[in-house]
DNA sequence: CCTTGACTTGACCGATCGGTCTAATATACT
DNA sequence: AGTATATTAGACCGATCGGTCAAGTCAAGG
């Protein structure tokens, strides 16, 4: 009965775990399934196949995600330019932890799907961008609300959002590249630096 | 008598632009041949295996990319801050001109490969780990300037060279999920907003 | 002319890939 | 109880993976 769910969930856990360790291509059906301590044919029953897996991981991800320490850190409760330090802060920690359990940087998960898979996988590709969207709406409430508020002089809060969201996954990038999350704790706070004006012609 | 050199640079551009356009587990040695023209037992003879493949790859790119448009870009002859929209245009009309031909927007071969087999790979990783601060010294220099002729006021350089470098990186990113050039065109030019000031204290 | 060593050829290797299939089993409804 | 359905088990599939190897081709040097 709920032994459904269990299967499915820890299928489910299992590949976002390797997925996120390691990547897409590297981690094979077989390896899920042993340590998800499944059997193949339970495993294609609930999935058709490594693609809809993936599918299932990131949207799995993103609503742990977005219910999880992006709900905190966007909470409408801090200031608008403090919630930004908080998201930094966030990734610090949770690649901090990671590294010290797994002895490397795993980075984001929807930056190195998107990496790996988005030149070969449409429907991959289109759904890791909808996440970022999503994100990058996040961040443009928040810089609205802080011009609102006269924390910051008007700018254009659309591209200076999603400017900001690229930061972020690049300071990740080069942190999970150089194995070190102190790269995200030095360069992180810098996002608040990024601003993008309303073009005025065009 | 040059036909070696032919071979070789017939496989390195062959596996560069394959792992460029898509990946690099994705990329089989045997499709590298096929297209290169090569037998297997040639690939074997000049490269010892895969990984080795990967790295020639990497410092191929890596020169070609510092002599090439990165040079022009941070050309001396060009006021500092300028070097860095340079860069920008560059890496976006490169863009623009790959997903024109392939359909799909490539990315950084570099930020490609860093988020695929960083976490798998410790020799690959470090050679990455040392292009990217290569390029993040580029950067740095064009900084130094322009603070030395009073362009911007003083700043911590080496953290801003990194940071924009990440910023770079991240747009690439984005770009490369949204499959659309333009979004480096769009957001590139912020990449001089971007500010890190040095730490009083500690 | 003969040897040497770089280079090429392509068959071959075991392992693993994503995915299929049939049969057994557990569960739920009538 | 009987039947339908959901789930599991695991053998099996062809294809492909990175890599090996023995046999040869070929040009340069003695």
Redesign the pocket.
């Known amino acids: ?1 709920n ?6 969930e820890r299928i489910l856990a299992t590949a976002r775990e390797l997925f996120h360790g390691r990547s ?9 399934c042993s340590l998800a ?17 993936a599918m299932a991981v990131i949207d799995n991800m993103s609503d742990d995600w977005a219910n999880g320490f992006v709900a905190e850190a966007f909470d409408e409760a801090l200031a608008p330019i403090e919630r930004l330090d908080y998201m930094v802060d966030a990734v610090y920690y949770w690649q901090k932890a990671a590294k010290s359990i797994e002895g490397r940087m795993p980075g984001c998960l929807f930056g190195n799907l998107a990496l790996e898979v988005s030149t070969r996988d449409e429907v991959l590709r289109a759904r890791l961008n909808a996440v970022f969207e999503k994100a990058s709406s996040r961040f443009n409430e928040a810089l609205e609300q802080a011009i609102e508020i006269g924390d910051i002089p008007p700018l254009d809060t659309k591209a200076t959002a999603t400017a900001m969201l690229a930061y972020l996954e690049g300071v990740i990038l080069l942190a999970k590249t150089r194995n070190d999350p102190e790269v995200v704790r030095n360069l992180g706070p810098a996002i608040k630096s990024i601003r993008i004006e309303y073009k005025h012609k065009n």
Chains 1, 2 share one sequence.
């Open positions: 009965m032994s459904e769910l269990d299967t499915k897409y291509a590297d981690v094979g059906i077989k390896e899920i301590k499944v059997q193949k044919g339970s495993f294609y029953h609930f999935f058709p196949s490594k693609q809809d897996l």
